[in-house]
């Protein structure tokens, strides 16, 4: 058995042996390729941190994105460099070290922040959806609607849903017993995985997860299906061509980013247990954890024309200060 794969790592509370660290087999089962995927995830990382980044600061600079739709994009951005940073450098880590322990609060700290920029993201992507639909289906009125502290009302709400829920699902797991085995077929402290460790009836727990994932997973999703179902009606009404290209431009990358991240993990958290497999979990999570978060600023960077022109700007600036 390898370093880091013992079944040692216990403190005895009474007569159980319970947990002090828990051992993420990540792809152990793809020796040959633990270096070619570490530098994959590397690179994808960087370039995840890079692009969020370059939004974040570009926002922030340019009074130009000082808009309600960029404010939102703040956020986003902020919320992909968290969520990737939650989880992939520990998996970069343990992909090129034989040590594939985590201890046992880590673990917990790893789900609480993982749980709270997944769920915050779902919020946030329903009223970026919200945005598109009150932009284009009531113009005339948006600046009414989405006012600036309209804004900061429904961002602060996205973030305090997600701190909720991460807290209490967080807490109502971690406070188990964990008394038994402490190997996980997977990368990070995902849920689920991390409930087949406890040596107790989960039930309630599983409830409780399907509970949220209803709620702030699926019910987001079906709000922002509503949202494009309202925007692409009004958009096909619009009398000139050029309108509705117009229109559906300003929309097509938070529909592109929305596809991308519900894709993976409405298949991950929403699929019948009876389908549920390790395997092609640790492949889906890899997509929403590290692929989506790259793709992202990508995506909003290549199809609009206010980033670009505000990156060429600031690139503009940079340029005549090293003259």
Known sequence: MSPGTHLDDTITRGNQS????????????????????????????????????????????????????????????????????????????????????????????????????????????????????????????????????????????SWAIGILVSFGQSVSIFTLPFCGPNRINHFFCDILPVLRLATTDTFKNEVAVATVTVFFILVPFLLILLSYVLIISTILRMPEATNRRKAFSTCSSHLIVVSLFYGTVTFTYVRPKSVYSLDSDRILSLLYTVVTPTFNPIIYSLRNKEIKAALKKAIGKKAVLLK
């Open 18 to 157: 319970c947990l002090t660290k828990i051992v993420l087999l990540g792809f152990t089962d793809f020796q040959n390729m633990q270096v070619l995927l570490f530098w994959l995830v590397l690179i994808f990382y960087m370039v995840a941190l890079a692009g969020n980044s370059m939004i974040l600061i570009l926002t922030i600079a340019d009074p130009a994105l000082h808009t309600p739709m960029y404010f939102f994009l703040l956020n986003l951005s902020f919320l992909e460099i968290g969520y990737t940073s939650s989880i992939i450098p520990k998996t970069l880590d343990h992909l090129l070290s034989e040590n594939l322990t985590i201890s046992f609060v880590g673990c917990g700290i790893q789900m609480y922040f993982f749980i709270l920029f997944g769920i915050t993201e779902c919020c946030l992507l329903c009223v970026m959806a919200y945005d598109r639909y009150v932009a284009i289906c009531k113009p005339l009125q948006y600046s009414c609607i989405v006012s600036p502290k309209e804004c900061a009302r429904l961002a602060a709400i």
